[in-house]
């Protein structure tokens, strides 16, 4: 028996004899045997897989914008490889690298800070990208993201709105990721519009760990004068700094308001609630695979999409009161 018979049986049943297509069903069966789709697509030319490198799998945020991607690629008909470069560069190049070589027809990337050539490898492969999570300045990257300046501006100017003049930031480390620079750039320049002094006592550089949220509050605590408001870069870093506030008997809202950014669910169940930035993680995720889709299958350009975010006020924040001293 041939091998193209057997791969008709297997393929394309109805043109093989009913006798000979039931002794090769037969000895699969018997032998467990399990066809390749992927060599079988590497041999057509397309593999229908898509490639998503995350920073990390410990904020269920990057969870809910993973699952949007993976339920509208699998609704067109396609897989979701995901890689956690864990804010490396240099392990997210050898990601990115491995994508290449395993086919992939798409690549959707968190952030747009990475060397030129990994975007000029992409190009060469003829593999159609998108930068999520934030937006290169260079038109030449698309993005599906939302504004991450403005976002952040929006929770430092409801702080300063409610009377705030001493506030603190506790931000991701500025030389790994583009978003926790593009936040802390935000900070600065709502400052200095509202004629506010920027003190860098006040800035913390941290990972966006809970337990980082909590050392950086702990440090920001005994500055002189003790700021009254924080804003957190993420939500897991709020929820840290909470948590060592509360252990010094320093009151949320009312000694110190704190605000996040994500809206991660867990914000509306801790006590006291969080205030945060909410951001459109689903329907970026959503977006970004439709995108790349409509470019593999309809050759359609993928241009720039900006989706808004928004403060949620939540018990966590109060107006300051000013108080004798």
Same mark, same amino acid.
């Given at each position: 028996?041939?091998?193209?018979?057997?791969?008709?049986?297997?393929?394309?049943?109805?043109?093989?004899?009913?006798?000979?297509?039931?002794?090769?069903?037969?000895?699969?069966?018997?032998?467990?045997?399990?066809?390749?789709?992927?060599?079988?697509?590497?041999?057509?030319?397309?593999?229908?897989?898509?490639?998503?490198?995350?920073?990390?799998?410990?904020?269920?945020?990057?969870?809910?914008?993973?699952?949007?991607?993976?339920?509208?690629?699998?609704?067109?008909?396609?897989?979701?490889?995901?890689?956690?470069?864990?804010?490396?560069?240099?392990?997210?190049?050898?990601?990115?690298?491995?994508? !290449?070589?395993?086919? !992939?027809?798409?690549?959707?990337?968190?952030?747009?800070?990475?060397?030129?050539?990994? &975007?000029?490898?992409?190009? *060469? &492969?003829?593999?159609?990208? !998108?930068?999520?999570?934030?937006?290169?300045?260079?038109?030449?990257?698309?993005?599906?993201?939302?504004?991450?300046?403005?976002?952040?501006?929006?929770?430092?100017?409801?702080?300063?709105?409610?009377?705030?003049?001493?506030?603190?930031?506790?931000?991701?480390?500025t030389a790994i990721n583009d978003r926790a620079d593009q936040r802390l750039k935000a900070y600065r320049r709502?400052?200095?519009?509202?004629?506010?002094?920027?003190?860098?006592? &006040?800035?913390?550089?941290?990972?966006?760990?809970?337990?980082?949220?909590?050392?950086?509050?702990?440090?920001?605590?005994?500055?002189?004068?003790?700021?009254?408001?924080?804003?957190?870069a993420n939500d897991i870093l709020a929820l840290g700094a909470l948590f060592a506030a509360t252990r010094q008997?320093?009151?949320?809202?009312?000694?110190?308001?704190?605000?996040?950014?994500?809206?991660?669910?867990?914000?509306?169940?801790? &006590?006291?609630?969080?205030?945060?930035? *909410?951001?459109?993680?689903?329907?970026?995720?959503?977006?970004?695979?439709?995108?790349?889709?409509?470019?593999?299958?309809?050759?359609?350009?993928?241009? *720039?999409?900006?989706?808004?975010?928004?403060?949620?006020?939540?018990?966590?924040?109060?107006?300051?009161?000013?108080?004798?001293?």
């Amino acid at each position: 028996m041939s091998v193209a018979t057997v791969s008709r049986a297997l393929k394309k049943p109805e043109t093989v004899a009913l006798h000979t297509r039931e002794r090769i069903l037969a000895l699969v069966a018997q032998h467990r045997y399990v066809p390749d789709t992927l060599a079988t697509s590497f041999s057509s030319g397309k593999t229908g897989l898509i490639g998503l490198i995350v920073p990390t799998i410990a904020n269920s945020i990057y969870a809910a914008f993973t699952v949007a991607i993976q339920a509208r690629l699998q609704a067109e008909g396609r897989k979701l490889l995901i890689a956690n470069s864990n804010y490396d560069t240099a392990l997210e190049r050898d990601i990115l690298i491995k994508l !290449v070589e395993s086919r !992939v027809e798409g690549v959707i990337l968190t952030g747009f800070r990475r060397d030129a050539e990994l &975007y000029e490898l992409l190009r *060469h &492969y003829r593999i159609p990208f !998108v930068v999520t999570w934030s937006t290169s300045p260079d038109p030449d990257i698309p993005a599906v993201s939302f504004d991450n300046e403005a976002a952040a501006e929006l929770a430092v100017e409801a702080l300063i709105e409610r009377g705030h003049r001493n506030i603190a930031i506790v931000c991701g480390i500025t030389a790994i990721n583009d978003r926790a620079d593009q936040r802390l750039k935000a900070y600065r320049r709502t400052l200095d519009r509202h004629g506010l002094p920027f003190n860098p006592d &006040y800035v913390q550089e941290r990972l966006f760990e809970f337990r980082e949220g909590e050392r950086a509050a702990e440090v920001l605590l005994q500055r002189e004068p003790r700021p009254t408001a924080l804003f957190c870069a993420n939500d897991i870093l709020a929820l840290g700094a909470l948590f060592a506030a509360t252990r010094q008997g320093v009151r949320v809202p009312h000694d110190l308001s704190i605000i996040g950014f994500d809206d991660l669910p867990i914000a509306q169940s801790v &006590y006291p609630t969080l205030s945060t930035v *909410h951001v459109p993680a689903q329907e970026m995720g959503e977006a970004a695979a439709m995108k790349i889709v409509n470019c593999i299958e309809k050759n359609k350009k993928i241009t *720039h999409l900006r989706l808004e975010s928004r403060v949620v006020f939540r018990e966590s924040t109060d107006f300051h009161l000013k108080r004798d001293s």
